[in-house]
């Protein structure tokens, strides 16, 4: 695997399972009409804006600095400083990426929690350890003891980048389709549509990660680690298989590490296989 710093002290592999939430369907403008003075582009509508996003085609990530710092194992203020700095990072990353396509960005909220608070799209799933909320687009994370003894920076990176993988989505048009492709569907649709959209949100996620590699750092061995554990227990706090298999996650994180770019994380395309 390229991009890594040789081999070094372990870590945890454990990543905090996250989710997203939305109110469905999303409401927005027409596709083509502009949003703004700029040139910028309503979202593509329908099944082409999760199979043929213009994100596909922007080539990789910009290569990051993100500078955010330790964490100190049992140091909420520690977490905090990490996480604000690492999500303006990605506003910056993906500020870039969107200005390759026509289609308008902005940034979303973030909100730390130490309860799980009901959000305006719905309770928080009591196994998530973080969620993005799609119609105040605000990221939520939990600041809690089980989480702050967690004091890895290449897991929370991957964690919290996985929960702005979901507000790509709702900027590029994607969640739109998702939510109103759910919309009165059979069970069994719609945890075949949650699987595809979070798979592809931890595709997204590991696209970041390896831009970041060397800054935060993440070390081969860690990295490693870390698909490996996905792998074995990443399904695990999911009993309705509304996230995907641990071998599913695995494989995305791995597809987007490797690709670096969006152009990697089409799980709409895939066979039903991948995104089991």
Not at 49 to 75: D, E, V
Not at 191 to 198: N, T, V
Request: hydrophobic share 35%; with cysteine.
């Amino acid at each position: 695997m390229t991009g890594l710093s040789p081999a070094g002290a372990s870590a945890s592999p454990t990543i905090a399972p996250s989710a997203s939430q939305q109110v469905a369907p999303v409401t927005g403008t027409a596709p083509g009409t502009n949003t703004s003075t700029t040139g910028e582009q309503a979202p593509p509508r329908g099944r082409a804006a999760a199979t043929a996003s213009p994100l596909y085609r922007t080539g990789t990530l910009p290569t990051m600095r993100c500078q955010a710092g330790q964490i100190r194992a049992g140091s909420a203020a520690s977490y905090r400083a990490f996480v604000t700095k690492l999500v303006r990072c990605l506003n910056l990353a993906w500020k870039t990426q969107f200005r390759k396509t026509n289609l308008a960005f902005s940034h979303p909220k973030l909100r730390f929690s130490t309860i799980k608070v009901t959000t305006p799209c719905g309770k928080w799933p009591s196994s998530a350890g973080g969620l993005y909320c799609s119609s105040n687009r605000t990221i939520y994370i939990g600041v809690t003891r089980e989480v702050l003894k967690n004091a890895h920076p290449a897991n929370h990176a991957q964690f919290i980048a996985h929960e702005y993988g979901h507000h790509v989505q709702r900027l590029a048009g994607i969640m739109d389709y998702y939510g109103r492709s759910i919309w009165r569907a059979s069970s069994s649709t719609k945890l075949a549509f949650s699987r595809r959209l979070e798979l592809q949100a931890d595709c997204l996620a590991s696209a970041f990660l390896r831009q970041a590699a060397d800054d935060l750092p993440v070390e081969q061995a860690q990295w490693e680690a870390m698909v490996s554990w996905v792998n074995d227990n990443g399904h695990k706090n999911w009993p309705k298989n509304d996230h995907g298999k641990g071998r599913s996650q695995a494989y995305w994180m791995e597809r987007g590490f490797d690709a670096g770019s969006p152009s990697g994380c089409n799980t709409w395309s895939a066979p039903s296989g991948r995104v089991a």
